[in-house]
């Protein structure tokens, strides 16, 4: 099946900072990748859809000035969280999208960055 | 506003009988459907799809659809305690968007 890294797995930094998460599909290319953020006891909220060699779109309500998608290639998409704070504390989750015909696109999750803002 | 409703349970069923999961949606518009497992501090990880009213089995699990009730159903046949988890639907739109429900948990005691 399609594999999705995400690197890192965890991280914790100071309150601040600026953290890029990547996430990558390792043995197809994606059309379309998708940041997801989840906090506790919470389902899944789309942050942002981000396609290859063009802007990301951002869901409302999501800072596009704060959470920075760069989409440089068919297996790469990064996630930078610029000037983090402890409210952005959360699990980071990627996605890539395939195409599997008859109209269907298959997401394709990574593992999840569990970020900690202190 | 597009929606996806599940019940939050727990849901607890006896190990080895049918654990039943609903979610409604309010989007029409919505071209396919995806269950998703996810254990504690991972990542959801697929079941099954479905985009066709009716039934679509897969091994222990069948997904129902009724686009006219904008309704899907997951059946776990003989539950295990391993199908303790939260489990997630999703719509999808035609551009392969999700739409997340909050998700069931489902505890499945020995």
């Known amino acids: 099946g399609a594999v999705v890294s995400q690197h890192p797995s965890r991280v914790i930094c100071k309150s601040g900072t600026s953290v890029k998460i990547e996430c990558r599909s390792l043995?197809?290319?994606?059309?379309?990748m998708f940041w997801y953020r989840q906090f506790p006891k919470q389902s899944l909220m789309l942050m942002a859809t981000s396609n290859e060699g063009s802007k990301a779109t951002y869901e409302q309500g999501v800072e596009k000035d704060k959470f920075l998608i760069n989409h440089a290639s068919l297996t790469l998409s990064t996630l930078t969280v610029t000037s983090a704070h402890p409210e952005d504390s959360s699990f980071y989750i990627c996605?890539?999208?395939?195409?599997?015909?008859?109209?269907?696109?298959?997401?394709?999750f990574g593992p999840g960055t569990r970020l900690t803002v202190l | 506003q597009k929606e996806v409703e599940q019940n939050s349970g727990p849901l607890s069923v006896p190990e080895g009988a049918i654990a039943s999961l609903n979610c409604t949606y309010s989007d029409r518009g919505s071209q396919s459907f995806f269950w998703y497992r996810q254990y504690s501090g991972k990542s959801p990880e697929l079941i099954m799809f479905?985009?066709?009213?009716g039934d679509k089995e897969d091994g222990r699990f069948t997904a129902q659809l009724n686009k006219a009730s904008q309704y899907v159903s997951l059946l776990i046949r003989d539950s295990q305690p391993s199908d303790s988890a939260t489990y997630l639907c999703?719509?999808?739109?035609?551009?392969?968007?999700?739409?997340f429900g909050a998700g069931t948990q489902v505890v499945v005691t020995p």
């Open positions: 043995d197809f290319q994606a059309t379309t």
């Open positions: 479905i985009y066709s009213n």
């Open positions: 999703a719509a999808s739109d035609s551009w392969g968007k999700l739409q």
């Open positions: 996605s890539a999208s395939t195409y599997q015909g008859a109209g269907m696109n298959e997401q394709f």
